[in-house]
């Protein structure tokens, strides 16, 4: 029974380049959460998905950032024209129900993806 | 002022003393979770609680609701427990936007 899978774990990028991220929830788990970790400081939130649809992506930047958990295949985060700002450590996380304020089911992390921007 | 705060920030034991960790929050919430990161790897989730205490293995945590403070115990302290141990909110306002506190760093000396 695998848990959540991220790939690549580690991604090197140059100035400008894209970078994809890829998170496969535990099996059965339809509502994915991104965060990111920048060094030195904590977890943030970016971005919470269901299956085809995005919840809440308050926490992504407005540029050059995108999610996407489509039907079929895992969740992608797709950053485009890296800078090195982006250099972090990307954690997804997947749940069975949604984590609401009345049901905070329990929540499965994945190993992370470590951007870092030349 | 941080939603959440961590105490220590970074702790040294020696294997086998008994290892607390504080957070105290200022915002009301559903639930807490406490959270372990090795340097370099994922995140797990140790416990997840919304009143009283929990015990796994030689791990403790213990939540008090009006004084919204939680602690984190770890008994018989062993060089593997060396972690980051994160507490992350479920706050009322976006249940699913875990507020995370900024982990503190606990080293375990044989």
């Known amino acids: 029974n695998a848990g959540v899978m991220q790939n690549p774990r580690h991604l090197v990028r140059r100035r400008g380049q894209e970078a994809r991220l890829r998170c496969s929830p535990v099996?059965?788990?339809?509502?994915v959460y991104w965060y990111r970790q920048l060094p030195e400081e904590g977890l943030k939130f970016m971005v919470y998905?269901?299956?085809?649809?995005?919840?809440?992506e308050s926490g992504m930047p407005k540029e050059r950032f995108s999610a996407e958990f489509p039907k079929e295949g895992p969740s992608i985060l797709r950053i485009q024209q890296v800078v090195r700002g982006d250099s972090a450590a990307y954690f997804c996380?997947?749940?069975?129900?949604?984590?609401?304020?009345?049901?905070?089911?329990?929540?499965?992390f994945g190993e992370g993806s470590r951007l870092t921007v030349l | 002022k941080n939603e959440v705060e961590q105490s220590p920030q970074n702790l040294t034991a020696q294997e086998g003393e008994f290892i607390t960790i504080n957070c105290s929050y200022s915002v009301g919430i559903s639930a807490l979770h406490w959270l372990q990161q090795h340097p370099g790897g994922g995140i797990v989730s140790l416990f997840m609680?919304?009143?009283g205490k929990k015990k796994h293995g030689r791990l403790i945590a213990t939540i008090n609701i009006q004084e919204k403070h939680s602690s984190l115990h770890i008994t018989a302290s062993h060089p593997r427990d060396s972690a980051v141990y994160i507490c992350a909110l479920h706050s009322g306002g976006s249940n699913y936007k875990l507020t995370f506190g900024k982990g503190t760093l606990l080293t375990v000396n044989p």
């Open positions: 996380a997947s749940s069975l129900t949604t984590l609401s304020r009345t049901n905070t089911g329990e929540l499965f």
């Open positions: 099996k059965g788990h339809s509502h």
């Open positions: 609680l919304s009143s």
């Open positions: 998905l269901q299956k085809e649809n995005i919840i809440d």
